[in-house]
T-cell receptor, first 112, second 116 residues
Framework: GESVGLHLPTLSVQEGDNSIINCAYSNSASDYFIWYKQESGKGPQFIIDIRSNMDKRQGQRVTVLLNKTVKHLSLQIAATQPGDSAVYFCAEDFWAGNMLTFGGGTRLMVKP | GAGVSQSPSNKVTEKGKDVELRCDPISGHTALYWYRQSLGQGLEFLIYFQGNSAPDKSGLPSDRFSAERTGGSVSTLTIQRTQQEDSAVYLC??????????????FGEGSRLTVL
């Protein structure tokens, strides 16, 4: 079936650097995308979302970019901090869909 | 509390036993979801409730799995005759589900199930 995302790769960055986490999706019907952050032993937590009529959305220190042409999402984290260390999941949804479909996640490790 | 509450947080059981996992969603959230997360993996959709009805049970892996929701609130996920491959973290989420999107899902901290 159609799927989202990568199979838990790891991204290691230095504290203070910018991080970019990528995600590929394959369901062309998807028109709503969300990034979640999951810390060890906790449930996923919403970070930022974007609708398909946008190609960029900014939050506090985070930016999500959507490229519908190549079905690609990215999450940019500015000035990465140790507290950003977690697994990040992208998820997709579509109008009248029943649930979010999650990708495999990317582990972000921040080195002090 | 204000968040999604799940119990038990940890459950160790013997193969063949039945287990019940409970989810108490955020008050007023009409939609409730169960996902399963195996170690180091992504989230696998199990079932979705809108109110008390389950329009989508497509993710339930076998007929040993069942779920119900009563009063538009608390949900119970039951696994009968547990197998070792059922070992995972079972995550519950709820949302307001405005319009046609699932919307922002609020997750509980999960119930970690270990089947020996």
């Amino acid at each position: 079936g159609e799927s989202v995302g990568l199979h838990l790769p790891t991204l290691s960055v230095q504290e203070g650097d910018n991080s970019i986490i990528n995600c590929a999706y394959s369901n062309s019907a998807s028109d709503y995308f969300i990034w979640y952050k999951q810390e060890s032993g906790k449930g996923p937590q919403f970070i930022i979302d974007i609708r398909s009529n946008m190609d960029k959305r900014q939050g506090q220190r985070v930016t999500v970019l959507l490229n519908k042409t190549v079905k690609h999402l990215s999450l940019q984290i500015a000035a990465t901090q140790p507290g950003d260390s977690a697994v990040y999941f992208c998820a997709e949804d579509f109008w009248a869909g029943n649930m979010l479909t999650f990708g495999g996640g990317t582990r972000l490790m921040v080195k002090p | 509390g204000a968040g999604v509450s799940q119990s038990p947080s940890n459950k160790v059981t013997e193969k063949g036993k039945d287990v019940e996992l409970r989810c108490d969603p955020i008050s007023g959230h009409t939609a409730l979801y169960w996902y399963r997360q195996s170690l180091g993996q992504g989230l696998e959709f199990l079932i979705y409730f809108q109110g008390n009805s389950a329009p989508d049970k497509s993710g339930l892996p076998s007929d040993r799995f069942s779920a119900e929701r009563t009063g538009g609130s608390v949900s119970t996920l039951t696994i009968q005759r547990t197998q070792q491959e059922d070992s995972a973290v079972y995550l519950c989420a709820s949302s307001l589900r405005r319009g046609g999107f699932a919307g922002e899902l609020f997750f509980g901290e999960g119930s970690r199930l270990t089947v020996l």
